[in-house]
């Protein structure tokens, strides 16, 4: 690797929301498509992130809660997580109350204050 495959690499860590939403979710073992980020869920105190919606397609299904912890990797194209036991039908306690009331509307804080 030289220089300039250093420069035009980005750590696949750093992505934005807009950019993880819509990102496919994939079994390590199978590589079975469950679904794609709907949504990403932070920790307010922190900024960081703990987990996603996955939304698994269909009309009557429910988004899963898939824990930042169970991502085993993270692509251009896709999380990859182990099976689909890596994703709950419900969020840690407090996460549902970020989830469930929109952010319109109510004060939002920056690090800055």
């Known amino acids: 690797m030289n220089e300039n495959d250093e420069e035009q690499q980005t750590p696949m860590a750093v992505k934005t929301g807009r950019e993880l939403a819509g990102l ?3 079994t390590l073992t199978g590589g079975e498509r469950l679904g794609r980020v709907a949504d990403v869920i932070f920790q307010a105190a922190t900024g960081q992130v703990i987990g996603f919606l996955v939304d698994r397609g ?7 809660f898939l824990a930042a ?12 997580i182990t099976s689909e036991e890596a994703l709950t039908e419900t969020a840690p306690t407090g996460a549902e109350e ?9 004060p939002v804080l920056n690090q800055g204050g």
């Open 24 to 26: 496919a979710v994939v």
């Open 58 to 64: 269909g009309m009557f299904s429910k988004p899963r």
């Open 69 to 80: 912890a169970q991502v085993q990797g993270l692509g251009t194209d896709a999380l990859t």
């Open 98 to 106: 970020i989830i469930a009331k929109p952010l319109e509307g109510r």
